[in-house]
């Protein structure tokens, strides 16, 4: 008789199958068999918010093979992931094959973990089997009764107040505010001019090099000191000043400072280092991880796990895969390589030590190995975890900075510097310069591996000539800029998945969750990798702020998790947390239900004057968004759907929508459908408005008379071919990535996979240039012509 073991994917199952061979029978549940019902809440408030969990519609078949199997297995392992989800599911699968019936336990029945599929873990787990842990279990249920609760309790409150369809999610509607409030401080943001002074010096010995004023008089220059260079007139006049001082090299500092290796990944992190690093968003990092670790066929070799479990928030690495990495590193790096102790890394104090770092499980599987086997995403994110994992295991880099500063005494007749000499009460001033190099001793984990950054900074990384004190410098050069105070940056995924970690909003197994489901609700959406809150998003949000402030409270919510790890512990009671949550939630909810009146943003302004009565036409909110009506409403009830803005063509040629250039349109920050409505484009097959949609491949145009007409067109960049003259617009690939092709294909099949700018190339003078971007994110404009080479900055930076 075979032992059977029950885990929760197909692809975990064959390559336990393969571990444990004809000894075991492994099945998969393929994810929950049990939840709360679909089309009701399923939680009775009134006695002790006890849940009603059914069989998962489809479900029924798997769970009948479980029973099957189970009643002929001499020992049942339960082997779903080692977290609470895996505990609810082991929980759930006896539920259905033990005998509710009998009150004695079903001494088979064993619950395993590990945190690798390796033979020593797996095999090591059946060895000291256990049972399944209640505290795990009641910890899922109370954050699946909490999300029900307000799932239910919100959402019809959304549709009577909003519009109808809508819903609401507990820790999803805190992460839009977070994007919503961050929007408001960009719009709110005044900037604010301030200059910088940059020179160029040489000394006895070669090259020049450059040095930026850094105080005057020892004020620092910076805006939270008194000195600033406020203006181009003080600017203008201090390097007038400086033009004929005589400048010395006063002092040298030279600093020596280890940089020490970066933990191996959690969960947040490699979600944060592949959306920078790899474009990737949070959803497919866990999903192409969860690849790697539920086994990756090799050839002959078979199915093999390749990192270990994926959802964790420990940087606990087992002493085994300390060992074999010191002599990888040794073999590959050499001694120097490897630090005299195994590095440790501390985890924030509500992590689960009981799981690992994530981590390669094999050292004879290195990436470049592999690659045969990998798909081009599972390549690229096995690549990221082996290096980041082997390099936190070596020894840190040791790097030298040099410091010059330079000084001159400033005595001058001129005004604007008078004036500024005496708002800081000096007669004279002493401008110092300062100019820095950092020189990499020796490398040691930046051999292999460094992090990115969520903002793109400028790396002072100047190579500076071996002066010595007190020489005497000449001034080459002076170069006054100009620079304004930035707003806050808008969120990426990864600049979001750190908000949310450090504020304790969501778990790791949540943050993926939680950034696609506020995309799917379209209460946000993504531009150039940038979340921007819709105008929805932004109507839902403040009513709820308005309604349910404690609901969406940043603290509260994360007070709220921290109740649920508690459940875990067993330091708290989950009805008593339900309970404590739900009391003051209902009576919000019964507050809001007693207001009168749907919530719906003003109208908007427009030029266009309504035919029928002469009276302007404004954009009203509606229960399918915004549309255009007569502001005589409701004695004039005329109204039209919001049309694209079009600033080329015209209905006689073939009419094609053009967008603003990046970052140029005030409708990106809302809904992007909205700008103006000056224009008119037209079908060309039934005359009708056209109207911007969006669709599985992203957004189009299509015939406003839909379904009567389906004409439809895809939206032009105001770039044209170079091989026919016909539009070259945006489309998507099957897999949603943008790239852009001639309007006329397949006639023409000219394609791009970069974003066509319609500006000509100032070297070649081709017709147009495209953006790309660098590995820090920083886009920037290029020529595609053979042997051209341009290059151009963008002002803009995704950080």
Same mark, same amino acid.
């Given at each position: ?114 945190? %690798? ?34 799932? +239910? ?139 790697? +670790? ?87 994110? +096995? ?25 001159? %005494? ?40 460094? %992090? ?40 990426? %995924? ?94 919000d909810l019964t507050e809001a239900i007693k207001t009168t009146g749907k919530i719906k943003p003003k109208d908007i302004p427009t030029e266009t004057m309504c035919e029928k009565c002469g009276l302007p036409m404004v954009l009203r909110w509606g229960r399918h968004g915004r549309f255009i009506a007569c502001s005589g409403f409701p004695k004039c009830k005329n ?43 037209n079908c060309e097959k039934c005359g009708s408005p056209m109207i911007l949609k969006s669709g599985k491949y992203g957004k189009f145009l299509a015939c406003s008379r839909y379904p009567e007409c389906r004409n439809t067109k895809p939206i032009a960049t105001g770039v044209k071919c170079p091989q026919d003259s016909g539009d070259i617009v945006e489309r998507r690939s099957r897999k949603g990535k943008p790239f852009w092709s001639c309007s006329n294909y397949p006639e023409c099949k000219f394609a791009l996979w970069y974003r066509p700018v319609n500006k000509k190339c100032p070297q070649c003078s081709a017709e147009f240039i ?30």
């Amino acid at each position: 008789m075979k032992s059977l073991v029950i885990v929760e994917s197909p692809a975990k199952a064959r390559t336990i199958n393969k571990i444990l061979g004809n000894e075991f029978r492994v099945l998969a549940s393929i994810g929950h068999v049990k939840d709360l019902p679909e089309k009701e809440m399923g939680v009775d408030i009134e006695n002790d918010f006890k849940p009603h969990y059914i069989v998962i519609p489809g479900k029924e078949k798997v769970i009948k093979e479980l029973k099957k199997v189970s009643k002929e297995a001499d020992r049942i392992f339960l082997a779903p992931d080692p977290d609470r989800e895996g505990e609810a599911i082991a929980w759930h699968i006896v539920s259905e094959i033990s005998d509710l019936k009998s009150r004695v336990p079903d001494e088979r029945i064993y619950r395993i973990t590990f945190n %690798e599929i390796t033979e020593r873990a797996v095999r090591e787990a059946i060895k000291t089997p256990n049972k399944i842990d209640m505290k795990k279990v009641e910890a899922q249920q109370a954050r699946r009764i909490l999300d029900r609760l307000v799932g +239910y309790c919100l959402s019809p409150l959304l549709w009577r107040k909003v519009k109808g369809g809508l819903s609401a999610g507990r820790v999803q509607s805190v992460a839009v505010r977070l994007i919503v409030d961050r929007e408001r401080g960009i719009e709110t943001f005044k900037k604010e001019e301030y200059w910088s002074i940059n020179a160029e010096f040489e000394g006895s010995k070669k090259p020049s090099f450059w040095a930026r004023l850094h105080s005057i008089e020892h004020r620092a220059q910076s805006t939270e000191h008194k000195f600033l260079i406020p203006n181009e007139e003080i600017a203008t006049a201090i390097v007038n000043d400086l033009r004929d001082k005589e400048f010395v090299l006063s002092k040298i500092e030279r600093k020596q400072r280890k940089k020490m290796p970066y933990p191996p990944f959690i969960t947040s992190t490699l979600q944060q280092e592949a959306a920078r690093k790899l474009r990737f968003p949070a959803k497919k990092t866990m999903a192409v991880a969860q690849q790697l +670790y539920e086994g990756i066929e090799l050839g002959g070799e078979g199915a093999v796990g390749l990192i270990t479990y994926m959802r964790t928030d420990s940087h606990r690495i087992a002493p085994e895969a300390q060992e074999w990495a010191r002599e990888l590193i040794d073999k590959t790096f050499g001694k120097d390589y490897v630090p005299e102790k195994p590095p440790q890394y501390k985890s924030k104090a509500t992590a689960q030590e009981a799981h690992e770092a994530i981590r390669p499980t094999y050292p004879t599987k290195r990436p470049e190995d592999i690659r045969q086997f990998l798909s081009k995403d599972q390549q690229a994110l +096995y690549t990221l975890i082996w290096n980041c994992f082997i390099s936190s295991q070596m020894s840190p880099a040791q790097l030298e900075q040099t410091t010059f500063i330079i000084e001159s %005494e400033v005595r001058s007749q001129n005004s604007e510097l008078q004036t500024l000499n005496s708002e800081l009460n000096i007669n004279s001033s002493l401008a110092e310069f300062r100019a820095s190099g950092t020189v990499i001793r020796f490398p040691g984990f930046m051999a292999l591996y460094t %992090e990115s950054k969520d903002e793109v900074e400028d790396e002072n990384g100047l190579t500076l000539p071996p002066l010595k004190e007190g020489e005497r410098l000449r001034l080459l050069n002076l170069q006054p800029r100009q620079h304004f105070t930035q707003p806050p940056p808008r969120y990426t %995924e990864a600049a979001l998945v750190k908000a949310l970690e450090e504020k304790g909003i969501g778990r790791p197994s949540t943050y993926a969750t939680i950034l696609s489901t506020i995309q799917d609700r379209k209460y946000v959406h993504k531009i150039d990798g940038k979340f921007f809150p819709t105008e929805l998003g932004t109507v839902v949000n403040g009513f709820l702020v308005e309604r349910f402030p404690e609901l969406i409270d940043i603290g509260f919510t994360a007070k709220l998790e921290g109740e649920l790890d508690h459940i875990e512990d067993g330091k708290r009671k989950w009805v008593k947390v339900v309970r404590d949550f739900y009391n003051p939630f209902s009576h919000d909810l019964t507050e809001a239900i007693k207001t009168t009146g749907k919530i719906k943003p003003k109208d908007i302004p427009t030029e266009t004057m309504c035919e029928k009565c002469g009276l302007p036409m404004v954009l009203r909110w509606g229960r399918h968004g915004r549309f255009i009506a007569c502001s005589g409403f409701p004695k004039c009830k005329n109204t039209k759907p919001i049309k694209p803005d079009s600033t080329e063509q015209r209905a006689e040629s073939t009419p094609s929508l053009t967008l603003p250039p990046r970052g140029g349109g005030q409708g990106w920050g809302v809904d992007s459908e909205l700008r103006t409505l000056n224009s008119e484009l037209n079908c060309e097959k039934c005359g009708s408005p056209m109207i911007l949609k969006s669709g599985k491949y992203g957004k189009f145009l299509a015939c406003s008379r839909y379904p009567e007409c389906r004409n439809t067109k895809p939206i032009a960049t105001g770039v044209k071919c170079p091989q026919d003259s016909g539009d070259i617009v945006e489309r998507r690939s099957r897999k949603g990535k943008p790239f852009w092709s001639c309007s006329n294909y397949p006639e023409c099949k000219f394609a791009l996979w970069y974003r066509p700018v319609n500006k000509k190339c100032p070297q070649c003078s081709a017709e147009f240039i495209v953006e790309k971007r660098d590995r820090t994110g920083k886009i920037y404009l290029s020529c595609l012509k053979k042997g051209c080479g341009y290059k151009e900055d963008s002002k803009e930076v995704v950080v």
